[in-house]
């Protein structure tokens, strides 16, 4: 318990911490600052992580806080992935603030915000409260708005307004939902206390009015979905992602996006116990099918590095909504799987965009040239994360798209597995073209050869690593703590897989 409150304590204090450092002249006080605070949520988020692990799940603030097994997958990615983009964000950051991209004061605030936008996540998937779970993902629009409007340009403020807007119009659906929900469960439980505890709700699931369950989950896919990045609720997120910071970029898409995903799957379980699996189900199917092939399309004409990433977010989520929609425990295991390789693979783009944005200072592909000569070790990272996000073995991601396929054939749905398909093939062409284009080619004339930081292409080269080892290996605690998550969403205590989603590879010892 002493590890969650620290957890969730530890990234609010240090945000409130940098706006008292508005005054000094140097960035090694916030530095520190950031270190320090980036640390602690590391530490704190693997030891949550590890107490799930061998209590089944932490109860504490009399039921407000809850974390279960698949409240600790995305706790796990908040704290890697999130620490690793801060990490980078040091050199970044300090290289805009040197060469008068960003004032003091913007620098400050950029620390501050990342902070309070971490852990306003962390409420977000670990609050019990469903009122709160609503606020918590508020309060990470409003704390990385902020982010993506630090530059002041008229582009970025345009971007972070429109985030706002979108964002704020789209979670009031999900308010809808959460409030329809609450009201289904105080009628069943007569005690307006108890629920709003996302936990008590579940233990009386199936006495909730399935009628007030189909229109509440359409509201919450509607409305969090928005969040997600789904189509046609998306138009945000390439503005966003574009403008933000390239590690605000990381952290926008590989970890925010799956935070709105987690309430989501509350919702799911919810509604799957009252109306059974079918109708969640078919919705989260059909979004997701139209995520990924819309945004396939987008992304073959897209110029703009960040902004052909940003609708890969969008490709990637619907393949994650895909996966859930395709239902059992194969599908789950992908989805959830699918989900920890995408923010890897994401965010070691992002950061590695950042990069190439420091040193040809462009985003744009028919620009950016000969990569392999000017920086060769960005060049090799960027094309392994490339390659990873294509779904190109031996990475992660082509495991978990591999298991989106059995589970699909497995489920009856071999067309849409095959429509799932194409809408991949198109996506990981406009990946080829990127690459072809910036990695190869011409060095660009007046690009000057070297590197950036070594810190900032050690950070990229672990997220790879990581990447490439759960291609390898599905680790046993990263293997139980998915089929713990898949017990969860599916209702059920013992879950098991077989050798359905072992490859060649991974039956060697």
């Not at 709105?260 to 509604?271: E, G, K, Q």
């Not at 059909?286 to 110029?303: A, E, K, R």
């Not at 590095?305 to 895909?322: D, P, Q, T, V, W």
Request: a neutral charge.
């Amino acid at each position: 318990m002493e590890w969650i409150n620290a957890l969730l304590a530890v990234p609010f204090i240090v945000g409130v911490a940098f706006f008292f450092l508005t005054h000094m002249k140097t960035a090694s006080f916030s530095t520190a600052l950031h270190v320090t605070g980036l640390g602690l949520m590391l530490i704190c988020s693997l030891n949550v992580v590890a107490a799930v692990l061998e209590n089944g799940r932490i109860e504490t603030w009399n039921h407000w806080i809850y974390a279960d097994s698949l409240s600790a997958v995305f706790v796990g990615l908040i704290g890697i992935v999130g620490t690793l983009a801060g990490v980078y964000s040091i050199g970044y950051m300090n290289t805009e603030l040197k060469e008068g991209h960003i004032d003091y004061r913007s620098y400050v605030y950029y620390h501050a915000f990342l902070h309070l936008f971490f852990g306003s996540m962390l409420v977000a998937v670990t609050t019990n409260n469903v009122i709160l779970m609503w606020v918590a993902i508020e309060l990470t629009t409003l704390t990385s708005a902020f982010l993506v409007g630090i530059y002041g340009h008229r582009t970025s403020l345009e971007a972070a307004w429109k985030y706002i807007i979108i964002c704020s119009v789209g979670v009031a659906f999900g308010l809808y939902g959460t409030i329809l929900t609450f009201s289904n469960a105080n009628a069943v439980l007569h005690d307006s206390s108890q629920a709003i505890f996302w936990s008590v709700i579940n233990g009386q699931a199936a006495n909730l009015n399935p009628h007030l369950m189909y229109l509440a989950f359409a509201f919450i896919v509607v409305g969090f979905g928005t969040k997600c990045g789904l189509f046609p609720m998306h138009t945000w997120l390439p503005d966003a992602h574009s403008e933000a910071p390239s590690p605000a970029s990381a952290v926008l898409s590989a970890v925010l996006l799956n935070c709105a995903m987690l309430i989501v799957l509350r919702y799911f379980i919810l509604t799957a116990k009252a109306v059974g699996f079918d109708y969640p189900q078919a919705l989260l199917l059909v979004f997701g099918l139209l995520s990924t092939g819309v945004s396939s399309f987008f992304i073959i004409m897209q110029h703009d590095i960040k902004r052909k990433l940003a609708y890969h977010s969008i490709e990637n989520m619907g393949l994650i909504s895909f996966a859930f929609g395709l239902g059992g425990p194969i599908g789950m295991f992908a989805g959830l799987l699918h989900t920890i390789t995408h923010s890897l693979a994401k965010a070691l783009l992002f950061c590695a965009s950042g990069n190439i944005l420091l040193k040809y200072r462009s985003r744009d592909i028919y620009y950016v040239s000969g990569m392999w000569k000017v920086m060769p070790w960005t060049a090799v990272l960027f094309a392994g994360g490339a390659l990873a996000l294509g779904g190109v073995p031996p990475f992660g991601m082509f495991v978990s798209e591999f298991a989106i396929v059995v589970a699909g054939i497995t489920a009856g749905k071999t067309w849409w597995v095959i429509f799932c398909l194409i809408f991949l093939t198109i996506a990981l062409s406009g990946l080829t073209i990127m690459l072809l284009k910036t990695v190869l080619g011409k060095p660009t004339e007046g690009v000057e050869a070297g590197e950036g930081s070594r810190l900032s292409v050690t950070v990229i080269a672990v997220y790879l690593l990581l990447l490439f080892a759960i291609g390898i290996y599905i680790a046993d605690p990263l293997s139980q703590l998915l089929q713990n998550s898949v017990g969860i969403i599916l209702g059920q205590d013992n879950v098991s897989f077989g050798d359905m989603l072992l490859l060649p590879w991974q039956t060697l010892q």
